[in-house]
Nanobody, 125 residues
């Protein structure tokens, strides 16, 4: 079994939503805190959301109130519900334990948030 498999990324307009999924190996990660991390081009990989054994959660300030992490232990799956997405959320998203088990980083899933089309405003003189 592959230790970690992330999915659910894609291209979305600003203000949109995505739900990421991560299926993990119970043999390796059973009992661990699990987290979602992201890495934007040219930047370091940062933790954005964490879920502990009892289900308590923590979030980076930049995503607080917009992202929700959850866990289905019966399915060995961790989810990240992302709402009100912003272009600054564009990154490759990874899951891993916290602290991370470095040999087991997966491929990640790309999330790209584009600006909307905008709306023309004309002010008559």
């Amino acid at each position: 079994q592959v230790p970690l498999v992330e999915s659910g990324g894609g291209l979305v307009q600003a203000g949109g939503s995505l739900t990421l999924s991560c299926v993990y190996s119970a043999k390796i990660f059973r009992g661990n805190f699990m987290g979602w991390y992201r890495q934007a081009p040219g930047k370091q990989r940062d933790l954005v959301a964490l879920i502990r054994h009892g289900g308590t959660t923590s979030y980076a300030d930049s995503v607080k109130g917009r992202f929700t992490i959850s866990r289905d232990s019966a399915k060995n799956t961790v989810y990240l519900q992302m709402n009100s997405l912003e272009p600054e959320d564009t990154a490759v998203y990874y899951c891993n334990s916290n602290p991370p088990l470095r040999p087991y980083w997966g491929q990640g899933t790309q999330v790209t948030v584009s600006w909307g089309q905008g709306t023309q405003v004309t002010v008559p003189s």
